[in-house]
């Protein structure tokens, strides 16, 4: 059984369009160069997200607290 091709093969990326056509032409230093230049550019970004995801955790201020209203301290 093979699996459905899920991408999109209509408009497929530039840059993995170019790795193919390296591949295509025997290529293969020039292809995997490539194919690690989009790798880099990819990861790349996904640490670029994943950093904001973490400084908006740690470094947000603390919210205020509020002192309950019905504690009027008289236990």
Known sequence: ?????????ANPE???MDVVSHIADNKRAD???KLQDLLYARSSDAVDQYKKTVAATYFQEPPEETPDETDNGND
């Open 1 to 9: 059984m093979s699996e459905e091709n899920k991408t999109d093969q």
């Open 14 to 16: 530039a840059e993995v």
């Open 31 to 33: 292809a995997i160069d």
